[in-house]
Nanobody, 115 residues
Framework: QVQLVESGGGLVQAGGSLRLSCVASTSTFRLNVMGWYRQAPGKERELVAALARAGSRNYDDSVKGRFTISRDNAKNTVSLEMNSLKPEDTAVYYC?????????WGQGTQVTVSS
């Protein structure tokens, strides 16, 4: 069982920045893939960014060049640096981890971008 706790959401104006953090209850070194998803009202949950243990990164096209995912194994943390935020980035952001083929989710943190 892996617990994930997100923090860092909030309200920001368009063009601003936020940094989301996710602390895992186990060593992130052991987790195959960690990522961030988001779900806007009335929409499906979608992948925003993912970071594999080997270091490869994957971003949704809508956030490329604006968001950066990183992992700090010493702190069991994965972070999402979000810059140049747009109103369409408004959503609940969820941390996700894959551990031995099982997917774990955090409870989510709200990000609201005002125009």
């Amino acid at each position: 069982q892996v617990q994930l706790v997100e923090s860092g959401g909030g309200l920001v104006q368009a063009g601003g920045s936020l940094r989301l953090s996710c602390v895992a209850s186990t060593s992130t070194f052991r987790l195959n893939v960690m990522g961030w998803y988001r779900q806007a009202p009335g929409k499906e949950r979608e992948l925003v960014a993912a970071l594999a243990r080997a270091g490869s990164r994957n971003y949704d096209d809508s956030v490329k060049g604006r968001f950066t995912i990183s992992r700090d194994n010493a702190k069991n943390t994965v972070s999402l640096e979000m810059n140049s935020l747009k109103p369409e980035d408004t959503a609940v952001y969820y941390c996700n981890a894959d551990h031995f083929g099982i997917s774990y989710w955090g409870q989510g943190t709200q990000v609201t971008v005002s125009s």
